[in-house]
């Protein structure tokens, strides 16, 4: 069993930064790969990123790109979401989820376990 945890959510104006963290703990798989996804009130689950546990390949969703950033800490078992240039459209609970196998995926069913979730607030 895998257990996440994610940390780092708040409430900030536009134009700020967060970093969000996903602990990882229990039995890890390797290789595997790790996503982020997002939940907006009313709105269904949504990719944002995800990145093979290795950190060699990465994978944004257009909305994001550029201004957010996926990455890992093998050794503490911890994948990372660096927000920069936050938009109130940005506003969501944030999930993080472990894939089984190092494959991208932006597809939420292709994740096994997820996270509880982390509250982004982007006020104008």
């Known amino acids: 069993q895998v257990q996440l945890v994610e940390s780092g959510g708040g409430l900030v104006q536009a134009g700020d930064s967060l970093r969000l963290s996903c602990a990882a703990s229990?039995?890890?798989?390797?290789?595997?790969?790790m996503g982020w996804f997002r939940q907006a009130p009313g709105k269904e689950r949504e990719f944002v990123a995800s990145i093979t546990w290795t950190g060699r390949s990465t994978y944004y969703a257009d909305s994001v790109k550029g201004r957010f950033t996926i990455s890992t800490d093998s050794a503490a078992n911890t994948v990372y979401l660096q927000m920069n240039s936050l938009k109130p459209e940005d506003t969501a609970i944030y999930y993080c989820a472990i894939r089984k196998i190092a494959y991208l995926s932006t597809k939420s069913a292709d994740y096994a376990y997820w996270g509880q979730g982390t509250q982004v607030t982007v006020s104008s």
């Open positions: 229990g039995r890890t798989f390797s290789p595997s790969a």
